[in-house]
């Protein structure tokens, strides 16, 4: 049984750095593409980032340039977020696949964690 488990949300000013955590048991997620997604407000769970086995990053344009998506080689997977925004506001959700495709639907996903608060104030 596959377990991810998120931390490191919090709330922080406009402009702030945070990084967001994923541990994993029951698969290694080195050997498949995983990601983050997040929901705001009000809104629709949507793609942040993903990582596949090679390291090969794909991000949505929104975070490009402030976000980066990693891996250690602890089964644990990150986001460091710079240069946060209000409009960054959402819970922060990793998946994991078991695939090695970047994809960026959620259907491509077949583990969740449970999702961590990330607010961003102006």
């Known amino acids: 049984q596959v377990q991810l488990v998120e931390s490191g949300g919090g709330s922080v000013q406009a402009g702030a750095s945070l990084r967001v955590s994923c541990a994993a048991s029951g698969r290694t997620i080195s050997n498949y593409a995983s990601a983050w997604f997040r929901r705001a407000p009000g809104k629709e769970r949507e793609f942040v980032a993903a990582?596949?086995?090679?390291?090969?990053t794909y991000y949505t344009d929104s975070v490009k340039d402030r976000f980066t998506i990693s891996r250690d080689n602890a089964n644990k997977m990150y986001l460091q977020m710079n240069r946060l925004k209000p409009e960054d506001t959402a819970v922060y959700y990793c998946?994991?696949?078991?695939?090695?495709?970047?994809?960026?639907?959620?259907?491509?996903?077949?583990?969740w964690g449970q999702g961590t608060q990330v607010t961003v104030s102006s």
């Open positions: 998946a994991t696949s078991t695939q090695n495709i970047l994809g960026t639907s959620q259907s491509r996903y077949d583990a």
């Open positions: 990582i596949n086995r090679s390291g090969g």
